[in-house]
């Protein structure tokens, strides 16, 4: 079945310092969206790619969908300790069912 | 904040209770969703209703239930649950889907539940 990974699975950095996150998916996505929920939190939806090689900003988040349609990534410059939490891509396997990636969890350190 | 609120947030239940968790909505949303997540793990998805029906059951245990009673309301019914059970339930919402748009989830807080 369709899997979704995401790589690294842990990422401590120091404050001010960048973050990356890779998804990688086993099928071509028609789109893909990012998730991130803090310690103890829920999901939420942080933005939604759909076109082949989008990149899309969000103050100091950079989302890019790659140019297959088959990854994407999320970059954070210069990290505070807001930003804190496990990342999550998310995508579809038809109609409703959404396949989560398995997550990176940033540990910003002070 | 959440525009979706789930009851309770915690519950503890021995392995012969019957419990309910609730989930309710008011953004017009015509998908609702019940998630299970596990420590450390990726949200797994158990059911969606679209439109007050049953579209996707996940292959999931009889022990579990799911309700939709309105288009705001999503219950999930428990019992005979086991330890393994015990896990973080997360209910979504969601705009109904396009053919090539998938409309963002709105995930409420959980109910973490215990089975003891």
């Not at chain 1, 954070?76 to 990636?101: E, L, M, N, W």
Request: positive net charge.
């Amino acid at each position: 079945g369709q899997q979704v990974m995401q790589i690294p699975q842990y990422q401590h950095v120091q404050e001010g310092e960048d973050f990356t996150t890779y998804c990688n998916s086993s099928t071509t996505l028609s789109n893909i969206q990012w998730y991130k929920q803090r310690p103890g939190g829920h999901p939420v939806f942080l933005i939604q790619l759909v076109k082949s090689g989008e990149v899309k900003k969000q103050k100091r988040l950079t989302f890019q969908f790659g140019e297959a349609k088959k990854n994407s990534s999320l970059h954070i410059t210069a990290t505070q300790t807001t930003d804190v939490g496990t990342y999550f891509c998310a995508g579809p396997s038809g109609t409703y069912k959404y396949i989560f990636g398995t997550g990176t969890r940033l540990k910003v350190l002070a | 904040d959440t525009e979706v609120t789930q009851t309770p947030k915690h519950l503890v239940m021995g392995m012969t209770n019957k419990k309910s968790l609730k989930c309710e909505q008011h953004m017009g949303h015509r998908a609702m969703y019940w998630y299970k997540q596990k420590a450390k793990k990726p949200p797994e998805l158990m059911f969606v209703y679209s439109y007050e029906k049953l579209s996707i059951n996940e292959s999931v245990p009889s022990r579990f239930s799911p309700e939709c009673p309105n288009s705001s309301l999503l219950n999930l019914h428990l019992h005979a649950l086991q330890p393994e059970d015990s896990a973080l339930y997360l209910c979504a919402s969601s705009l109904s889907q396009g053919s090539s748009y998938n409309s963002p989830l709105h995930f409420g807080n959980g109910t973490r539940l215990t089975v003891t």
